[in-house]
């Protein structure tokens, strides 16, 4: 884990510095010599630990380091942090009084304890014989129950868990009549919603749902490669190649007119249908007969309408999607001058494996799912690592620990942290589905660094995640 605690380059040593350091600590000396007389005993023990944290630091940097111990500079780091939460913790000074408080009697001094009394909890002195009252400690929530406690919030409201898939089935119907008219002579099957709200998964927010278009191929003229054997050398990705153009050319499929390069091209297929999204639907009148208003996300790659209701504000993402060879495939180029690419969508295989694992078990998965996707919503740095990767990490460990009742809960969260934060080390997420799939290998270093830094730290804490 020490990667995420180095910092790159090192600083350069000034041959003044020793100099300095003990003009500095002379100094130091004068001022705890005489800060009892100026700023009493309190303010002298605020000055004293202060004063030793920063010479602590002072000394360390200047020691010279361990070269061949690979966790000094982890050491020194962590010692800083101790000295940082050494000042934290020295008593503050008193508040100054407000006016009304003049008023008040000052404190009187202690008294000194006669033998046979003891001090009650306050500091009153009180027969050694009379009865003591036990003050009640205040109870400290553990992890357990701070994730539940936290997972109670998530809940979405009732109104917008059953008015968003109606809004969104009625918008699928319109969009669905309107590409039976303008485009006849595509085989598009029936459109159909998908996301965490449908899915029977808690969801944290229903605010975004993907509209499935299917894209029906005939698989005798078509055949899928894998991204693996082509220049991308990804095989998340597939290319749908055009096959027997001797015995059937072009024009025997209706797919044929997004061709580019004998290859099914899912970005002229996007293109196509971000041109009539745009501009061919009139989507003030249908908005108007729904009760909402949708507006057409034009400046961006994918297919988004933005719905505005007055009880509910929704995304909506059309995504052609084929279904072939066991392999469901969407129209989600990457970026880049490679456009004939269909990425593969495990998003089916793992709702259902998740339930098929807690339906065997009574297990928690879904839940621990839904907190840990909840943390990454909330947390800026973490986005990335919401939905695929945490489910995969799950399933993950599912094949190695058969422990998943709600009881172990914190246990099971915790080890999610550790796993997360090993393979962001590494830079290595193997799919649960395919091995050879880096659900990593799209995020760049520095995100890399930044979520591993994030996940390290909460590792001996991970309350804070949930604030």
């Not at 602590?56 to 061949?68: K, M």
Request: charged share 20%.
């Amino acid at each position: 884990m020490a990667a995420f605690w180095q910092q790159r380059g090192r600083r350069q040593e000034n041959g003044g510095l020793g100099s300095v350091i003990d003009g500095l600590g002379s100094v130091f000396d004068v001022l705890l010599a005489n800060a009892r007389l100026v700023l009493g005993v309190s303010g002298a023990a605020v000055l004293a630990i202060a004063t030793l944290a920063v010479k602590r630091l002072i000394d360390r940097a200047t020691s010279p380091r361990d070269e061949g111990d690979p966790k000094a500079e982890q050491k020194s780091l962590e010692e800083s942090w101790q000295d940082l939460a050494l000042i934290k913790t020295t008593p503050k000074s008193p508040k100054k009084q407000r006016r009304e408080d003049l008023s008040e009697p000052l404190l009187s001094p202690a008294q000194p304890v006669v033998p046979g009394e003891a001090l009650d909890p306050r500091g009153c002195s009180v027969p050694l014989g009379a009865p003591q009252v036990k003050s009640s400690p205040l109870r400290c929530l553990t992890l357990q129950e701070k994730l539940l406690s936290h997972s109670s919030q998530l809940a979405v409201p009732e109104i917008q868990a059953s008015l968003v898939p109606q809004l969104a089935r009625s918008i699928c119907t319109q969009l669905q009549n309107f590409l039976r008219s303008k485009y006849p002579e595509l085989p598009f099957s029936r459109l159909f919603l998908s996301g965490a709200l449908l899915d029977g998964l808690e969801v944290l927010a229903a605010d975004h749902i993907h509209l499935m278009l299917p894209v029906v191929l005939d698989a005798g003229l078509w055949s899928l490669i894998s991204g693996e054997d082509t220049v991308v050398r990804n095989p998340q990705y597939w290319m749908i190649k055009r096959v027997d153009l001797g015995y059937f050319p072009r024009g025997c499929s209706p797919w044929d007119r997004f061709i580019v390069g004998r290859y099914l091209s899912s970005n002229v297929l996007n293109e196509t249908l971000h041109k009539l999204l745009v501009a061919s639907i009139n989507w003030p009148a249908i908005g108007g007969l729904l009760g909402c208003a949708i507006h057409p996300v034009v400046a961006s790659r994918e297919l988004k309408l933005e719905v505005k209701h007055d009880q509910v504000e929704l995304n909506i993402t059309l995504l052609p999607v084929v279904e072939m060879e066991d392999k469901v495939l969407l129209a989600v180029p990457p970026e880049g001058l490679v456009e004939n690419l269909w990425l593969e969508s495990f998003h089916r295989a793992e709702v259902s494996r998740v339930k098929e694992l807690d339906a065997g078990d009574s297990g928690a998965r879904q839940l621990c799912l839904r907190i840990l996707n909840g943390v990454c919503r909330s947390q800026p740095s973490l986005h990335k690592l919401g939905g695929s990767p945490v489910t995969h990490v799950i399933l993950h460990l599912s094949d190695t620990t058969s422990d998943w009742a709600e009881d172990s809960l914190a246990d099971r969260f915790q080890q999610v942290l550790e796993e997360l934060v090993a393979s962001l080390e590494k830079g290595v997420l193997p799919s649960y589905f395919n091995p050879k799939i880096n659900l990593f290998s799209g995020l760049s270093e520095e995100e890399i660094d930044e979520m591993g830094f994030v996940l390290y730290r909460a590792i001996s804490e991970p309350e804070v995640l949930l604030k």
